[in-house]
């Protein structure tokens, strides 16, 4: 199956500090979402991405389909934005919206 | 919010017992998922329900039945509850371009 892998693992920033985190996937893909799970283990959507770039407030995103990866990029952090971002995404040889996530950034802000 | 709800939230459970979780949507979606969250694997599929009474098995499906009598309930079963079954469970739909949508999570404990 795809495999998906997201660097870096962990991520300590000051707030304002702005970041980048990665997702790298094995093949190509239909679909690309971005999650955040906050500290009480919530998830949530933040993009739904297979191709281009999106943006939300501080938050913007790329994915490259042809080159195989996806950034997110967090701006001004703040300490809401401490969590685990989670890369999934489902193969074109897939069917059925099943997603591969990847293990996960774990982000945290300090005030 | 995707109008997921997933009962129990929280449940311990001894070895070799048999556990049943809920998911419950309200939005007529075709398709509905189980997941599973590990530390250090991000989520993995369980199994996934493409309609009433149409189920298969995902990449970590041993041990697990799944059950869909009707459209908004799709329900997990553990027949035999063991200690690697410990994890937190999520639910999700899949809305028609894909994006996926998550319930709050079930934490199981089984001891």
């Known amino acids: 199956g795809i495999?998906?892998?997201q660097s870096p693992p962990d991520l300590i920033l000051q707030e304002g500090a702005n970041s980048t985190l990665?997702?790298?996937f094995s093949d190509s893909v239909n679909n690309l979402q971005w999650f955040h799970q906050n500290p009480w283990g919530q998830l949530i959507n933040l993009f739904y991405i297979p191709s281009g770039t999106k943006q939300?407030?501080?938050l913007s995103a790329t994915t490259v389909a042809t080159e195989r990866y996806s950034l997110l990029y967090i701006s001004s952090s703040q300490?809401?934005?401490s969590g685990v971002y989670f890369c999934a995404v489902e193969g074109l040889a897939d069917s059925w919206g099943k997603l591969q996530f990847g293990a996960g950034t774990?982000?945290?802000v300090t005030p | 919010d995707a109008g997921i709800t997933q009962s129990p939230r929280h449940k311990v459970t001894e070895t070799g017992t048999p556990v049943t979780?809920?998911?419950h949507q309200t939005e007529n979606h075709r398709y509905m998922y189980w997941y599973r969250q590990d530390p250090g694997?991000?989520?993995r599929l369980i199994h996934y329900s493409y309609g009433v009474k149409d189920t298969d098995k995902g990449e970590v499906s041993d041990g697990y039945s799944v059950s869909r009598s009707k459209t908004e309930d799709f329900l997990l079963t553990l027949e035999s509850a063991t200690s690697s079954q410990t994890s937190v469970y999520f639910c999700a739909i899949s809305?028609?371009?894909g994006e996926a949508f998550f319930g709050q999570g079930t934490r199981l404990t089984v001891v």
């Open chain 1, 3 to 5: 495999q998906v892998e």
């Open chain 2, 41 to 43: 694997h991000g989520l």
């Open chain 1, 22 to 24: 990665r997702c790298n």
């Open chain 1, 56 to 58: 939300n407030g501080r």
């Open chain 2, 21 to 23: 979780l809920r998911c």
């Open chain 1, 79 to 81: 300490t809401t934005d």
């Open chain 1, 106 to 108: 774990q982000v945290v």
């Open chain 2, 95 to 97: 809305v028609l371009q």
